[in-house]
C-alpha cells in the first residue's frame, strides 16, 4: 500500500520528500509525512472476500508557507484519488508546527485491498 502511495505522490511532487511517520530534524520544506493511523482492518469475516482489508493513512504536507502546503496538499490529493482503492473521507485541516514555524495540511484516505 505505502509503495503506491509514494509512487503516486512522487510521480506529481518529484523533488518533495516523502517520510514514513515523522520527518527528521534535518528535513527541509516542503515534505510530506505518511503514516498509518488505523482504519477498519478485515472487513469481512471470511477474510477472502476481495476489498477486505482496510487502512486509514494520514498524509501530513509541510510547507513554509501556508499557500503552499495548500497547495501540496491538494496536488497530493488530485493524485492519490486516481488510484482505484483509494478514497478521502474528509477534507484537509490546516495545522502548525511552533518548533520549526512550518504550516501544514492533513488528510486522511482510506485504502482496501
Known sequence: ???D?????????PDVDVF???????ATAPFVVLQ???????RYVDEE????????????????????AIELSQTIETALRKL??????GA???GFDPDTDLRGMQQDFLITA
Do not use: C
Open 20 to 26: 514514513h511517520d515523522f520527518a527528521p530534524d534535518n
Open 5 to 13: 502511495l509514494i509512487g503516486a505522490m512522487k510521480e506529481v511532487l
Open 84 to 89: 482505484p482503492t483509494i478514497y478521502a473521507p
Open 36 to 42: 498509518r493511523v488505523g482504519g477498519m482492518g478485515n
Open 92 to 94: 484537509a485541516i490546516a
Open 49 to 68: 472476500t476481495a476489498g477486505g482489508y482496510e487502512v486509514r493513512f494520514q498524509v501530513s504536507a509541510w510547507a513554509v508557507t501556508r499557500v503552499e
Open 1 to 3: 500500500m505505502e509503495i
